[in-house]
C-alpha cells in the first residue's frame, strides 16, 4: 500500500473537505487511529486513488450504495461530498429515486430527509 495514504488523504479532503479529515484525523487515538489510517488508504487511496472512474461518478455510486446500507450519517457526509464532487440536486434526487426502487420507499423518505438538510445547509434549496 506504498503511498495510499497520502493519495487517499488528499482524496478525502478534496471530497469531504480538509477541515472535517483533519477534524476527524484529530479525533482519533491510539484505538481509533489504525482504523482511521487504514480506512484513508484502502477506502481512498485504493478505492478513490486511480482514474478509472471520475470522482462525481464515484460519488454517486457511493450515495446509491450507502443509501441501500441506510447508513444515514455517512450517507450525510457522503452528500457533501458529492455535492462538492459536482452531482446535481437533480441527480440526487434521481439517485434516491433508485434507492426508493430497489430498497423500497421508508428508505428513499430517509435519503430525501438527509438531502433536504445538506441541500438547505449549501443554500441549494
Known amino acids: 500500500m506504498d503511498g495510499k495514504f497520502e493519495i487517499g488523504l488528499e482524496q478525502r479532503k478534496a471530497t469531504l473537505g480538509a477541515e472535517y479529515v483533519e477534524k476527524n484525523l484529530a479525533a482519533a487515538d491510539d484505538f481509533t487511529r489504525p482504523f482511521q489510517e487504514a480506512m484513508t488508504a484502502w477506502c481512498w487511496g485504493f478505492g478513490w486513488g486511480d482514474e478509472a472512474i471520475d470522482a462525481?461518478?464515484?460519488?454517486?455510486?457511493?450515495?446509491?450504495?450507502?443509501?441501500?446500507?441506510?447508513?444515514?450519517?455517512?450517507?450525510?457526509?457522503?452528500?457533501?461530498?458529492?455535492?462538492?464532487?459536482?452531482?446535481?440536486?437533480?441527480?440526487?434526487?434521481?439517485?434516491?429515486?433508485?434507492?426508493?426502487?430497489?430498497?423500497g420507499v421508508p428508505q428513499s423518505l430517509e435519503c430525501f430527509r438527509v438531502a433536504r438538510k445538506v441541500l438547505e445547509e449549501k443554500g441549494l434549496l
Open 56 to 103: 462525481k461518478t464515484r460519488s454517486m455510486m457511493n450515495l446509491a450504495m450507502i443509501g441501500a446500507l441506510g447508513k444515514m450519517h455517512e450517507w450525510e457526509i457522503h452528500c457533501r461530498g458529492a455535492i462538492n464532487n459536482g452531482v446535481s440536486k437533480e441527480e440526487i434526487r434521481a439517485i434516491i429515486h433508485v434507492v426508493g426502487i430497489y430498497c
